[in-house]
């Protein structure tokens, strides 16, 4: 069962370069999340869908851009990848997108740009 | 402004001693709560969850969380840490009403156990 999986789990960029990450949820779950993670700031919410074919921002959502592919699928872009953007990012997903429903997060993607 | 705090930035005890990590939140109502556990290298996994009812909820890996709501305090305790807890606690909580999709976040308990 592997619930939440987030591809790839480590990548290297140079400044400028762009690429996505990809996540993929097998729980049938409708909201889907992305997050990015910093010492000392704890989870910030980048974008999130709410449901298929739905997507809005989050707290941090300037420098990326997502796609809800399908109900299991929910991509991260960065189009052109600045030092800021050093972080892990965390994929999650709920059964629905409402305030009692618990995430379900994958192992996180560690991305270091140069 | 809706929040979540953890006073404690990091705590270390020694194994087999007794846990209590602090949360209280700024929220109008009472909402859901969750505490998650980040291992070294890996993604949140929840812990427990408190909706309604019973105050004192059980969870995994023998935690348990007592929700205050004179305090707005959710705090975790374990009776006995063992070497494996050393890892990263998070609280959380949710909305029960509007349209706020989203879970707030406190930044985090570093938990470190000595042997």
């Known amino acids: 069962n592997a619930g939440v999986t987030q591809t790839p789990k480590f990548q290297v960029l140079k400044t400028g370069q762009s690429m996505t990450l990809q996540c993929a949820q097998d729980m049938n779950h409708n909201s889907m999340y992305w997050y990015r993670q910093d010492p000392g700031m704890g989870l910030r919410l980048i974008y999130y869908?709410?449901?298929?074919?739905?997507?809005d921002k989050g707290e941090v959502p300037n420098g990326y851009n997502v796609s809800r592919l399908n109900k299991r699928e929910f991509s991260l872009r960065l189009e052109s990848a600045a030092p800021s953007q050093t972080s892990v990012y965390f994929c999650a997903s709920s059964l629905q997108g409402v305030g009692n429903q618990p995430q379900h997060f994958g192992d996180g993607t560690r991305l270091s740009i140069l | 402004a809706q929040s979540v705090t953890q006073p404690d930035i990091h705590i270390t005890v020694s194994e087999g001693a007794s846990l209590e990590l602090r949360c209280n939140y700024s929220y109008g109502a009472t909402p859901y709560l969750f505490w998650y556990v980040q291992s070294p290298g890996q993604g949140l996994q929840l812990l427990l969850k408190?909706?309604?009812?019973d105050t004192l909820v059980q969870g995994i890996k023998g935690f348990e969380a007592e929700f205050k709501r004179s305090q707005s305090s959710f705090n975790l305790r374990k009776p006995s840490v063992h070497w494996s807890d050393a890892a990263e606690y998070f609280c959380?909580?949710?909305?029960?009403?509007?349209?706020?999709?989203?879970?707030?976040w406190g930044l985090g308990t570093s938990l470190a156990v000595n042997p």
């Open positions: 869908s709410a449901s298929e074919g739905t997507t």
């Open positions: 408190y909706f309604s009812g």
């Open positions: 959380a909580v949710g909305a029960r009403a509007g349209n706020n999709r989203k879970l707030i």
